[in-house]
T-cell receptor, first 115, second 110 residues
Framework: DTAVSQTPKYLVTQMGNDKSIKCEQN?????MYWYKQDSKKFLKIMFS???????INETVPNRFSPKSPDKAHLNLHINSLELGDSAVYFC??????????????FGSGTRLTVV | RKEVEQDPGPFNVPEGATVAFNCTYS??????FFWYRQDCRKEPKLLMS???SGNEDGRFTAQLNRASQYISLLIRDSKLSDSATYLC???????????FGAGTRLAVHP
């Protein structure tokens, strides 16, 4: 059983389209995250949810809208896709909210290519 | 100054070599420290947590120096399978956010 699963694994789409990425974790964790890894391989946090509540919203364009229907799911919807949105998007989860003691468990990533 | 800084490498070493990676962090309020490993086109995976007293897991030894805000990872007897990017990771000081360094690439050759 995959602990943190993301779909789709690959996404190729045209500029201006709207797309969604889904994430689910079966670890019973309370907190979930979206990270973006760009072409320079730098991992940056975008959003964090704790038990369905948004707790971190980094400086991300409002074309990106996360949604957490329950604590096991965190989805990411992106409107009006731009070339610069091309990256690998990783979902992650952690057991605790403050100063995570055990690190994060990552999903396998969604490679988004905007053409 | 970047929040977490690492030498990007690459470190090219022969099998059996000992290699050390260093990392510095800027937030003195950080409390949790980790090394992650990321293989090409894969997700980051937790290698080990880093404790003030230093800790060892097989061929891997991690050290933390809070006064200097410095973290290290030592790999002994390198294997081909150790080839990967090693990410230094630090929490943001109580905001439930892990900050990732850009990674140090290791290539172990026969």
């Amino acid at each position: 059983d995959t602990a943190v699963s993301q779909t789709p694994k690959y996404l190729v789409t045209q500029m201006g389209n709207d797309k969604s990425i889904k994430c689910e974790q079966n670890l019973g964790h309370d907190t979930m995250y979206w990270y973006k890894q760009d072409s320079k391989k730098f991992l940056k946090i975008m959003f964090s949810y704790n038990n369905k509540e948004l707790i971190i919203n980094e400086t991300v364009p409002n074309r990106f809208s996360p949604k957490s229907p329950d604590k096991a799911h965190l989805n990411l919807h992106i409107n009006s896709l731009e070339l610069g949105d091309s990256a690998v998007y990783f979902c992650a989860s952690s057991q605790d909210q403050t100063a995570p003691l055990y690190g994060y468990t990552f999903g396998s990533g969604t490679r988004l290519t905007v053409v | 100054r970047k929040e977490v800084e690492q030498d990007p490498g690459p470190f090219n070493v022969p099998e059996g070599a000992t290699v050390a990676f260093n990392c510095t962090y800027s937030n003195s309020a950080s409390q949790s420290f980790f090394w992650y490993r990321q293989d090409c086109r894969k997700e980051p995976k937790l290698l080990m947590s880093v404790y003030s007293s230093g800790n060892e897991d097989g061929r891997f030894t991690a050290q933390l120096n809070r006064a200097s805000q410095y973290i290290s990872l030592l790999i002994r007897d390198s294997k081909l399978s150790d080839s990967a990017t090693y990410l230094c990771v630090v929490d943001s000081g109580g905001y439930n956010k892990l900050i990732f360094g850009a990674g140090t690439r290791l290539a172990v050759h026969p």
